[in-house]
């Protein structure tokens, strides 16, 4: 019969662990196996051996990559009806889609927080700690960088971060592509912007801010 093995969260691998993907990947067998792995796309940072081994096995025609896009309006729509037994109002979708950008994880979070009855309710810990946990990872100016844009909203203008920003205009530029390349922040190009990526993550961000800092910025 044909074996099937699974493997969860491949941008965490260790390198054995990739080794052992991309040999049974590559491997010429006639046995009936089949690897399926799964992994988050946003957390392959530029230089990761997973980012590598992916682009490579890319070029083999037994490997069909399948990618799982966020949550539409109205299929999320459908996943809050069946959730809560009852069609969300307009009021409801919009925040809904503002703060989860179509995340199922983070929409289930919502509702069990009630933050999308009440827009002033705080985010729960397990919530707030899964959003910080990357940006913990961050240096020191990426994290102060990433408060002030926070203060300043989902969207803020470079002109705007170097005004408030003590960082010197060629570190901070660095410091802003670090928080782009760890998708942190994205560039808006329409209006030459940094938004964050999505509105959740601009919540905790500011929710974590000391009264002191969040004075101070303001």
Same mark, same amino acid.
């Given at each position: 019969?044909?074996?099937? *093995? +699974?493997?969860?969260? /491949? ?6 662990? $990739? ?8 491997? %010429? ?6 690897? +399926? ?27 069909? #990559? ?15 009806? $069946? ?33 999308? +009855? ?18 913990? /990872? /961050?240096?020191?100016?990426? #994290? ?6 926070? +203060? ?7 002109? *705007? ?9 060629? *570190? ?9 390349? %760890? ?21 905790? $961000?500011? %929710? ?11």
């Amino acid at each position: 019969r044909p074996v099937v *093995l +699974v493997i969860e969260d /491949l941008h965490w691998a260790d390198p054995s662990t $990739v080794d052992l993907v991309d040999y049974l990947a590559r491997a %010429q067998t006639t046995e009936k196996a089949l690897l +399926v792995c799964t992994y988050r796309s946003n957390d392959l940072l530029p230089g990761d051996p997973v980012r590598g081994m992916l682009a490579e096995l890319e070029r083999a025609r037994r490997i069909h #990559r399948v990618e799982l896009a966020r949550f539409t309006t109205d299929e999320l729509t459908a996943f809050l009806t $069946v959730t809560t037994g009852e069609p969300p109002s307009s009021e409801t979708i919009d925040r809904c889609v503002e703060l989860s950008d179509g995340n199922a994880f983070f929409i289930e979070e919502l509702l069990a927080a009630g933050l999308l +009855v009440d827009p002033a309710a705080a985010l729960p810990p397990s919530l707030r700690d899964v959003v910080l946990a990357r940006v913990e /990872l /961050l240096g020191d100016d990426e #994290r102060d960088v990433l408060r002030a844009a926070a +203060v300043a909203g989902r969207r803020v203008s470079h002109r *705007l971060l170097a005004a408030v920003s003590e960082l010197p205009g060629r *570190l901070l530029s660095s410091t802003l592509r670090e928080c782009v390349a %760890q998708h942190m922040l994205e560039v808006d190009p329409a209006d030459d912007t940094y938004v964050f990526r999505h509105a959740l993550l601009r919540e905790a $961000v500011y %929710q974590d801010l000391l009264p002191g800092e969040r004075v101070g910025l303001h």
